[in-house]
């Protein structure tokens, strides 16, 4: 997968440089089972640095599962997976710290507040004197006022708002959202959006049931049937929106 | 060590903020005091007896946060996000075994003087009792750490951390109470033996704590 970039001598340096690296994300043959249950079914791809992936597919198709093993939460059965040059799972310790990830849980503890939660994570990455940060993405997400609130009695958009300053708390180079936008409100997630949308100018996979406004933004899709069998891979502005229905219903696409 | 003490720091802070460990076992002890009491029909206790009775009901307290103690990381997501950051899992590992023997001191402070006054004529023996305990302490947290990261996923925790924990705990149990017999000998302490069953205690505890560092990146592995 590659993109279509005006050229300028700032630009042109900065993709040679790129072109010396990896691809930021590569899979050949990804392949992922849970017993003898397949998820994940001969996935390739290749993602360059800055680019953004959509994936979309109906339920039990390998959506989560596919960011899971991306996020190094979940080891492939078979298959290469390259996440930012570090190959996994075997050099996952490369990887992590780099990767923000955004799933179906916000991973932050009930009894904890909003504010002693970022604090804890802001620590497990090694962050010198976080609460500016923490106060500067509290306030982008309209939670400032709420930062010595419980976790548990956030409502679950709230929480979800909490979730993306935490995985974004680091300055992650790899965004890996599970329904970013679940649970928020229209208005939220208008506040949300820019802090783990395109203009945040980082690598992001997007797994999206929304797949008219994911086909929409641009950038790549991961089309994904049942079973975990790929449907599509490549532009999104190649898959239209008859065929991604398609794949829905379980038609080929 | 910045990830250990954030764990640690966390895990204490929940602790006194929502008390869903230490007064239960803190409860559970006392109650079994008073059973014991009771049950055996006895307002003194010496040697074995002593020393049995105090341990066991320890160990069965120590179970209940053993059970409690990876379960926020299991149901909120924490050991996702531990795993996500660029920390050493075994930092998990060492911060519960931490935390699993704050727990267990407090536990001990409150209920060890609970027990003399139910049962000791004699309290000299309670100063270096306390270092059998402490020593008890760190093979107990060890050991019921990595068993309860094992069991944590598995909907009958409750069943497997006692049926694992306990014949993997029979060792430290004999060293334990081999070392606070004789300090519990009606007429007063004695030393005969201690510091051999001490050095057994020393080496469950390095052996388990090894152990758990050794194997505990594999058991967060999914």
């Known amino acids: 997968m590659t993109t279509s970039t005006k050229r300028d001598p700032g630009v042109a340096e900065a993709r040679a440089t790129q072109a010396e690296r990896p691809p930021a994300i590569r899979l050949a043959g990804l392949w992922r089972e849970y017993g003898e249950r397949v998820a994940l079914e001969d996935v390739s791809l290749e993602l360059a640095w800055g680019e953004s992936l959509v994936v979309i597919g109906p339920n039990g198709s390998g959506k989560t599962t596919l960011l899971r093993v991306l996020a190094t939460l979940l080891r492939p059965s078979g298959g290469e997976v390259g996440v930012l040059g570090a190959r996994l799972p075997r050099e996952a310790w490369r990887v992590r710290g780099r990767i923000g990830y955004v799933g179906h849980e916000p991973l932050l503890y009930r009894d904890l507040t909003v504010a002693e939660n970022l604090r804890f994570h802001a620590r497990l990455h090694g962050l010198e004197a976080p609460d500016a940060r923490i106060a500067e993405l509290l306030e982008r997400v309209g939670m400032a006022r709420r930062r010595g609130e419980v976790v548990g009695n956030l409502s679950a958009g709230m929480a979800q708002r909490v979730a993306v300053c935490r995985a974004v708390l680091h300055e992650p180079e790899l965004m890996l959202l599970d329904e970013p936008l679940a649970h928020l409100d229209p208005e939220a997630s208008a506040l949300v959006d820019p802090v783990i949308g395109r203009a945040a100018g980082r690598t992001r996979v997007t797994v999206t049931h929304d797949f008219r406004a994911g086909l929409t933004e641009g950038g790549h899709a991961l089309a994904l049937g049942h079973g975990g069998t790929v449907a599509y891979a490549g532009p999104a502005s190649g898959l239209s929106l008859d065929d991604a229905e398609a794949i829905y219903r379980g038609a080929p696409g | ?222």
């Open chain 2, 1 to 222: 060590m910045r990830a250990f003490t954030a764990i640690l720091a966390k895990d204490l802070r929940v602790e006194l903020r929502t008390l869903q460990s230490v007064p239960a076992m803190v409860l559970f002890a006392v109650s079994a005091f008073v059973l014991f009491r009771f049950g055996l029909d006895r307002t003194s206790l010496d040697g074995s007896l002593a020393a049995g009775v105090l341990l066991a009901t320890v160990l069965f307290a120590a179970i209940l946060a053993v059970n409690r103690v990876f379960v926020a990381e299991r149901d909120q997501g924490g050991f996702d996000a531990i795993r996500l950051a660029p920390v050493d899992a075994t930092a998990l590992f060492a911060a519960k075994a931490a935390a699993l023997v704050v727990y267990l001191v407090v536990l001990e402070a409150v209920t060890v003087p609970v027990f003399a006054i139910f049962f000791l004529d004699d309290w000299a023996a309670l100063l270096p009792l306390a270092l059998v305990l402490l020593l008890a302490d760190l093979g107990l947290a060890a050991t019921g750490a990595l068993i309860s990261s094992l069991a944590t996923g598995s909907r009958a925790r409750d069943l497997i951390v006692p049926l694992v924990l306990l014949p993997l705990l029979v060792p430290l149990m004999i060293a334990a109470a081999g070392a606070a017999e004789p300090l519990l000998a009606a007429g007063g302490p004695s030393y005969d033996r201690v510091a051999t069953w001490l050095g057994v205690l020393g080496l469950y505890d390095v052996i388990f704590l090894l152990i758990g560092y050794g194997v505990f990146d594999f058991v967060l592995e999914d």
